[in-house]
């Protein structure tokens, strides 16, 4: 069987006692790789003052790295420039809040150049590579400029953007041409999949879209197909059964003293619709004065990305949402906003979702959202809460059986809570096992699988005769 290489931005598998950084790209790339002989290839989150291109290989939670120390240049033009002041607003719909530089497009070479020539040495020819996101698409062209002939594949974590806002990027072009020196891209959802083939369909020459996924324009062919990710659910389940998530759960239990509990469990972006979230809750409690003192909603979001202005705006202004929404409706014995921002461990999470009556999970725009599958996976089989989920969130186009809204409408997600908080056991169990077994069904190691063994195995004939040739 052929070694597999992952190549991600970071690379941050979280350690044995699960404490890892918050992320659900570090969290689906761990367990993949965990039992897999593989090596995962990345920038180690550190900088160096000059750049030496040397690797450091070491082994963490059970998964061989190797690391990759960047310049402070790389980290403000391609990390904190074009990868999260351009791309990611851009994909997640927010050109108000994309950013776009000449110097920032020239730091993201300049950083895939870098991985490529590095990575190089460490290719064996029958290696499958598998490059992950946003902040590696000319990966792919740039190890094939330095004659790797290697299959390689390229999964998007985050949304595609709709043609016309994608056109808003300068050298849009370029960016999706070096798309197509992959075999395969792999994409979270129908919907995102489709968006590519509409832009390269219009705007790419030559462009032609045939059966199964196969893709030909700018005079190559690639497949592309949707891969929805998914949680490792077993290990989810034995997290779950930890002394710690139970210590936690308990202790939840007894904080909550009879209320019912709303939980948001977030990084602290804007993608996720948090201040929109903090409204819907305001109009709730605005209209419904009877569950005064009777609810809470507990919102941990995580601290990211706060080199970033937008996040270090955004962060003032949930800081002030949540004093008013305090301010507002607090009384001498009830908090009705908890707003943390600290991380937690996974199992302490664990315990903290099962304790949850209604997961709220109202992203505004996000590529898949794992928060919605813990959710519904740490539910008490004979009690279980009741997830709300953005029609915006990945995760919708499969967990079809949750309260779906729009995040937009404060009235539609306050709703949604009411009638979470007011659904009779019975309904709330039949939708809990139809979304459970989904969970079980789809989780990270079908996703690593049917990536792999299409990249590997199933590409269409037509792929196979072009490396044939
Ligand atoms: P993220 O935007 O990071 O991931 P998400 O999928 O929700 O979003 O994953 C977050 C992960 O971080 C979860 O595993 C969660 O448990 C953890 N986490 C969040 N807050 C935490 C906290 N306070 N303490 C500890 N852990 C916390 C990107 C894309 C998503 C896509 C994933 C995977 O933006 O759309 O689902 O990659 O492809």
Known sequence: MSRLIVVSNRVNPP????????????????????????LWFGWSGNTVEHYTGQISMQKVGGVTVALLDLEPQDQNEYYNGYANRTLWPLFHYRSDLVNYERSFDEGYSRVNTRFAETLLPLIAPDDLIWVQDYHLIPLARELQARGVKNRIGFFLHIPWPARRLLKTLPKHGELVESLFDYDLVGFQTEDDCEAFVDFVTHDAPGAEALPDGILRAWGKQIFAKPFPIGIDAQDFADTLTSERAETFHRAMIRSQAGRKMLLGVDRLDYSKGLEERFSAYETLLANN????????????????????DAYQDLRNR?????????GAYATVDWVPLRYVNRPYRRDELAGIYRSADIGLVTPLRDGMNLVAKEYVAAQDPANPGVLVLSQFAGAAEQMKEALIVNPFSREDVSEAIHRGLAMPLRERRRRWEALYDKVLTNDVSKWRDDFVSCLSDCLPATVAEKEAV
Do not use: C, W, Y
């Open 15 to 38: 350690a044995d006692t699960g404490v890892g950084t918050a992320g659900g790209l570090a969290m689906a790339l761990s367990a993949a790789l965990r039992e897999d002989k593989g």
């Open 289 to 308: 004065p009877g569950m005064h003192g009777n609810l809470f909603l507990l919102q941990i979001a995580t601290l990211s990305r706060d080199e970033v």
């Open 318 to 326: 949930l800081d002030t949402q949540s004093g008013q929404i305090n």
